[in-house]
């Protein structure tokens, strides 16, 4: 079974994955960063001042190389503030 890691993007800067994880397939990997993606977005709007724009990714790796760049962005533009 492969392992893939999953090096994680975000304003705060990149988090290396050193341990990896083995997965059946790249599918199986994509299907685990688009998850991560889904926590690490709703991390950012519990944390957000209301208004931005957050850019995210994950860089999927194997132990020949980089294999995909998941990304994902939203805007949040409040027009009042609670």
Do not use: C, W
């Amino acid at each position: 079974m492969p392992r893939y890691y999953f090096d994680l993007r975000d304003r705060n800067g990149t988090a290396t994955d050193e341990e990896g994880m083995d997965l059946r397939d790249l599918e199986a990997a994509q299907n685990e960063a688009a998850r991560s993606l889904g926590g690490m977005a709703r991390d950012a709007v519990a944390s957000t001042n209301g208004n931005g724009t957050e850019h995210m990714e994950i860089a999927v790796r194997d132990g020949e190389g980089p294999v995909m760049v998941v990304r994902f962005s939203f805007e949040i533009s409040a027009r009042k503030k609670s």
